[in-house]
């Protein structure tokens, strides 16, 4: 997934340029109701039936004339750049309790979705009559796309761990008063049993492409839920600040620029990537996984290299979906995997290191 943690350069200068044009439109309405008529209307006189007054305008009043019409438009388009950029993305899932411990304990609920789509289609040149309101008819031909076979295949499998690894945490400074996060999602077949299940669906999909001229095929790895943009809290002296309605109030008066200047020198930018390791048939608790994932278990360490958390659950277990050696799961059920997740806690040791100074580390309280 593409870093990102504010708009593009080009983003940026697009909203700059209908804010400023919204700008402009209130100017040209004071001027036109507030400056001496004479400045912006040359004169006016009836036309030859005297049912309409015609209005010649001088070069001001003609600019703000037009302005009277631009500016609703570039209103419009400017609040809609601004309710779709990144910095809204943040402020919608923010909550003034959001903590990294509470983050990552969400982050391990999160189950991994793997699927394939596929379609299966040709086209097909139809003729269509239309008559005009001339009562003439006229046929013109169009191509249109018939799909014979289509679907989605959920890949089920029997148990996933979280492997996102540690959570650095940089030294607070008094100037950055929260962490933004962007979020990306990684998935991981654990053994050579889940990746040769996984092929065989893969395959078995695949030779849908013989039923038709064309084939399209989508594979599809994600996290349920997870949202790319995040905000925590360092402390609490700028939590009023981060809010949905501020930024209502400042997009709407026009000054979104400089909310997000405030908002983005006041906040620390940081990348993490989820990662979820699943298998088809055996459990990722058992102590061959807890030895290879063993660097990679969840925790939260400080700028000092201690361990400041490490949850004791992070392994989902789907036994509903185990597969034995002899069945592959050729069965081509799209159901969901909606079941009540259950947690397996690790046979590691969990020794938390804190020393003084990190146990008063605002993220975690």
Not at 112 to 120: A, E, T
Not at 128 to 154: A, F, I, P, R
Not at 185 to 195: H, N, Q
Request: glycine residues 2%; contains cysteine; negative net charge.
């Amino acid at each position: 997934m593409e870093k990102r943690h504010i708009e593009k350069w080009w983003y940026c200068f697009f909203s700059c340029v209908f804010q400023i044009s919204s700008w402009v439109c209130v100017i040209a309405v004071v001027i036109y109701n507030t400056f001496p008529e004479n400045e912006v209307i040359k004169s006016s006189y009836y036309d030859e039936e005297e049912r309409y007054i015609v209005i010649i305008r001088t070069s001001l009043g003609n600019f703000c004339y037009a302005y009277f019409f631009i500016g609703p438009i570039s209103y419009a388009i400017y609040l809609a750049l601004e309710f779709c950029s990144v910095t809204y993305k943040y402020l919608e899932d923010f909550s003034p309790n959001s903590t990294i411990k509470n983050k990552m304990d969400q982050w391990i609920t999160l189950k991994p979705k793997i699927s394939i789509q596929w379609d299966c289609y040709h086209y097909e040149e139809r003729e269509v009559t239309e008559t005009d309101s001339n009562g003439k008819s006229h046929t013109t031909t169009e191509t249109k796309k018939v799909s014979n076979d289509w679907g989605t295949y959920d890949f089920k499998y029997y148990s996933c761990r979280d492997i996102s690894g540690k959570f650095s945490l940089e030294s607070n400074s008094c100037l950055k008063s929260y962490v933004l996060l962007n979020i990306s999602s990684s998935i991981e077949f654990a053994d050579k049993e889940t990746i040769s299940d996984y092929n065989k669906e893969y395959k078995r999909i695949n030779s849908y492409s013989s039923k038709d001229s064309y084939f399209d095929l989508k594979e599809i790895k994600t996290i349920y839920s997870l949202s790319e943009n995040q905000i925590v809290l360092t402390n609490k002296c700028c939590g009023c600040f981060i809010n949905k309605r501020i930024f209502k109030f400042f997009t709407i008066i026009c000054l979104t620029e400089f909310y997000k200047l405030l908002f983005y020198c006041m906040g620390n930018v940081k990348y993490f990537t989820v990662k979820k390791a699943v298998s088809t048939r055996k459990d990722l608790g058992d102590n061959e996984y807890s030895e290879k994932y063993y660097m990679q278990n969840p925790s939260i360490e400080s700028a000092f290299g201690n361990t400041l958390y490490e949850p004791n659950m992070f392994i989902q277990i789907l036994p509903e979906y185990k597969m034995s050696n002899t069945n592959n799961n050729n069965n081509n059920n799209n159901t969901n995997t909606n079941s009540i997740i259950s947690f397996e806690i690790s046979d590691e040791s969990k020794q938390i290191k804190t020393s003084q100074n990190d146990k008063e580390t605002p993220l975690l309280n």
